[in-house]
């Protein structure tokens, strides 16, 4: 298993559509998971924050999501994520077509709005 930082917000590693893992640790210590299925880690990052949120979880009031886990099963590759920063590259425009109709794709998803 292969684990890799997202350490800038410019970088997506795209991917055909896998399974992945969305993992975060509350307030208190629990860790909460959930699967989703994506074509992108920001999108497995938007749709498991979504996921999670329809299974009841909830953050207290004062409580800022940092980061999440996910685990890609395409040959399990791990990455932890800032969410503010996906967050920002998802709402910043692109200069190349492709990604920004990854992006607007990504705009679309319950967990940006």
Known sequence: MVIAYLLTSTSESIMSISKCIVR???????????????????????RGLSRLQDVGWESNTDEMIKRVEVEIHQGATRYIVDVPKVL??????????????RKAKLRKLPSTQ
């Open 88 to 101: 920002k590259w998802v709402e910043e425009k692109s200069m190349y077509p492709a990604q920004e109709t």
């Open 24 to 46: 975060l640790k509350d307030c208190h210590d629990t860790e909460h998971s959930v699967e989703v299925y994506a074509e992108s880690l920001h999108e497995a990052v938007l």
